[in-house]
Nanobody
């Protein structure tokens, strides 16, 4: 059973940066796709960014040019570097993994962008 643990959330001012990290309990070379989603208060969960086992990436239009997803196969982590943060980026950020056709979710980490 794969377990995912997110870290790095917190309070940041508009224009600031945060780096989220997702640690997997298995070798992530065995995971097809990993990604980050977010859920703002009162809204549904939406895709932020994904990265495949071949390091191909996709991004939501709202974060292109500001967020960067990366994976470290040696550390079994997937990170999300978030720059130029906006109040509308405030949400709980969830890491997920697709492995052997099953989707696994972490418990999430809260990011609050506010002055």
């Amino acid at each position: 059973q794969v377990q995912l643990v997110e870290s790095g959330g917190g309070l940041v001012q508009p224009g600031g940066s945060l780096r989220l990290s997702c640690a997997a309990s298995v070798n992530i070379r065995s995971i097809d796709t990993m990604g980050w989603h977010r859920q703002a208060p009162g809204e549904g969960r939406i895709l932020v960014a994904t990265i495949t086992d071949s390091a191909s990436t996709t991004y939501a239009d709202s974060v292109k040019g500001r967020f960067t997803i990366s994976r470290d196969n040696a550390k079994n982590t997937v990170d999300l570097q978030m720059n130029s943060l906006k109040p509308e980026d405030t949400a709980v950020y969830y890491c997920n993994a697709v492995r052997f056709g099953a989707t696994i979710w972490g418990k999430g980490t809260l990011v609050t962008v506010s002055s």
